[in-house]
C-alpha cells in the first residue's frame, strides 16, 4: 500500500485542480492520499467527483499556526468540515491572507519591483492565496529564477525584506480544535530549517501532551540525521511519525508518492479519527 499524506491543490498553492491531483495520484500508484490545502477544505468537492477507482482520499488541511514567533505547520485528517468552530478559525486565517498579500505586494513595488495584486490574484485564482503566488509572480516578471528562489531574506522569507504577518492559529489551539472536530493532528516538516528557526523539542513535547497525534518525519526537507533524531523523539514522546510528499504540482520539485506513510500509521490515523473516513474511489459501482 503507497500512502502520501500531504499534499496540495489548486484550493491553496499547488497548481494541480483537485481533480488533476487525484487523478496524478493514481496515476504515481499511490493507493491513499490525503488533500491538504492550507487552511481551506475547498477542494474536497471537486476531488471526491474525480476520485479514480482504485485511490482513496482522506479528507485534510494544513493549519497555518504561530508559536513564540516560529511559523508552524499542523496538518490535520478526517476532521468533521462541517464543525462550527474550526471553521470558524479557518476562515479567519484564509480571509487575512487577502489583505497580507497586498501588503506584500506593496512592500514589494516599495523594493522597485513592478508586481501588482491583479498579476498575483490572477495567479492565485479561487486558491486560499499565498506566498507561493507572489513567487510565482516574482518568476514571470523575472526577478528570481525559481519559486524556491524568492523564499530569501531579500525577498518572502520569514522576516525577509517583503514579509507580512498572517493571522494564525496557536498550535494548541489547532490540536485542540481539530480533536473536538473529531480529527486527528500531524505536525508538518518539524525541523525544516531552511523555512526558518523550527519547532523545538520542547515544544513538540508539550504539544504532544496536548493530544498531538504524530509528526511528519520523512520529508524533503529533513536530511537523514534529523529524521533519525525525530523518529527518536517520537518513541519517546508516543507519537505517530509518517511520511508524505507534501506535493505542490509544478510549484515545487517534490513527486507525489516521494515519501510514503507506513500503512500500520495510517490504519491508527484512520482508527483515531471520527470526524470524517477515507473515501475510497467508486470505480465501476454507482455513487
Ligand atoms: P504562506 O502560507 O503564504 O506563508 O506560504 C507558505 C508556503 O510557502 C508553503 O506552502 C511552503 O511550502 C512554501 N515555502 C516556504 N518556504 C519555501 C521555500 N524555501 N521554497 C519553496 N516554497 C516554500
Ligand atoms: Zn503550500
Ligand atoms: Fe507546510
Ligand atoms: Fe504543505
Not at 485542480?17 to 500508484?29: C, F, H, I, K, T
Not at 492520499?33 to 494544513?62: I, K, N, S
Not at 471553521?87 to 497580507?100: G, S, W
Not at 508524505?244 to 500509521?265: A, F, I, M, N, Q
Amino acid at each position: 500500500m503507497r500512502i502520501d499524506l500531504h499534499a496540495h491543490s489548486t484550493a491553496s498553492d499547488g497548481t494541480d485542480s483537485p481533480a488533476e491531483l487525484v487523478r496524478n495520484a493514481a496515476d504515481a500508484g499511490l493507493d491513499v492520499v490525503a488533500l491538504t490545502d492550507h487552511d481551506t477544505v475547498g477542494g474536497y468537492g471537486e476531488a471526491l467527483a474525480a476520485l479514480p477507482a482504485r485511490l482513496t482520499l482522506v479528507t485534510g488541511a494544513e493549519l497555518s499556526c504561530r508559536l513564540d514567533g516560529t511559523g508552524v505547520h499542523m496538518l490535520a485528517y478526517l476532521f468533521d468540515p462541517e464543525e462550527p468552530e474550526l471553521a470558524r478559525e479557518r476562515e479567519l486565517v484564509r480571509d487575512d491572507r487577502v489583505p497580507r498579500a497586498r501588503t506584500m505586494v506593496g512592500k514589494l513595488r516599495d523594493l522597485g519591483v513592478d508586481v501588482t495584486w491583479e498579476q498575483v490574484a490572477r495567479i492565485a485564482g479561487d486558491g486560499s492565496v499565498g506566498r507561493p503566488h507572489i513567487a510565482t509572480a516574482l518568476v514571470e516578471l523575472g526577478v528570481v529564477a525559481t519559486v524556491s528562489d524568492a523564499f530569501t531574506p531579500d525577498w518572502l522569507a520569514d522576516g525577509g525584506r517583503a514579509y507580512a504577518e498572517k493571522h494564525e492559529l496557536d498550535p494548541f489551539d489547532a490540536v485542540r480544535l481539530v480533536k473536538a472536530a473529531g480529527g486527528v493532528t500531524v505536525l508538518a516538516h518539524p525541523a525544516a530549517v531552511k523555512r526558518g528557526r523550527c519547532v523545538p523539542e520542547s515544544a513538540i513535547a508539550e504539544l504532544a501532551a496536548a493530544g498531538l497525534d504524530g509528526i511528519e518525519v520523512d520529508h524533503m526537507d529533513h536530511d537523514a540525521d534529523t529524521r533519525a533524531r525525530l523518529r527518536g523523539l517520537a518513541a519517546d514522546l508516543g507519537l505517530l511519525t509518517t511520511g508524505s510528499s507534501d506535493y505542490h504540482g509544478s510549484r515545487k520539485t517534490c513527486r507525489l508518492g516521494e515519501y510514503t506513510t507506513d500503512p500500520e500509521v495510517y490504519g491508527e490515523i484512520t482508527r483515531r479519527a471520527t470526524g470524517a473516513f477515507p473515501v475510497p474511489g467508486a470505480g465501476g459501482r454507482e455513487r
